[in-house]
Nanobody, 125 residues
Framework: VQLQASGGGLVQPGGSLRLSCAGS????????LGWFRQAPGKERGAVSC????????YYVDSVKGRFTISRDNAKNMVYLQMNDLKPEDTAVYYC???????????????????WGQGTQVTVSS
């Protein structure tokens, strides 16, 4: 199983980015997919996740209304549309996949088995 994240970059506050994560070596429709981020000096935390079973989603409070997660199972892809970006969104963003995570555990990083390499998002004027 491999995950390849892309789409990061430098953007001004209020701007937008779309992160993409391409999966290979597995059938993504059976996996819950998530985006996590880690800022310097901070622990990795969940940003948004989307369940394999019913498409249910999780968003951390700080991104609700600004970020949207989506998936394309036919292409083994998961996306994170990020709008109205703020400096506090600056971090390395990772995509992750899990076959077994429960709906109540979507935001728990330890429940994810496979991780991409990360893509840097920097929000600065």
């Amino acid at each position: 199983v491999q995950l390849q994240a892309s789409g990061g970059g430098l953007v001004q506050p209020g701007g937008s980015l779309r992160l993409s994560c391409a999966g290979s070596g597995f059938t993504s429709k059976y996996y819950t997919l998530g985006w996590f981020r880690q800022a310097p000096g901070k622990e990795r935390g969940a940003v948004s996740c989307i369940s394999s079973s019913d498409g249910g989603t999780y968003y951390v409070d700080s991104v609700k209304g600004r970020f949207t997660i989506s998936r394309d199972n036919a292409k083994n892809m998961v996306y994170l549309q990020m709008n109205d970006l703020k400096p506090e969104d600056t971090a390395v963003y990772y995509c992750a996949a899990s076959r077994t995570v429960l709906a109540s555990q979507l935001a728990v990083a330890d429940e994810y088995d496979y991780w991409g390499q990360g893509t840097q998002v920097t929000v600065s004027s």
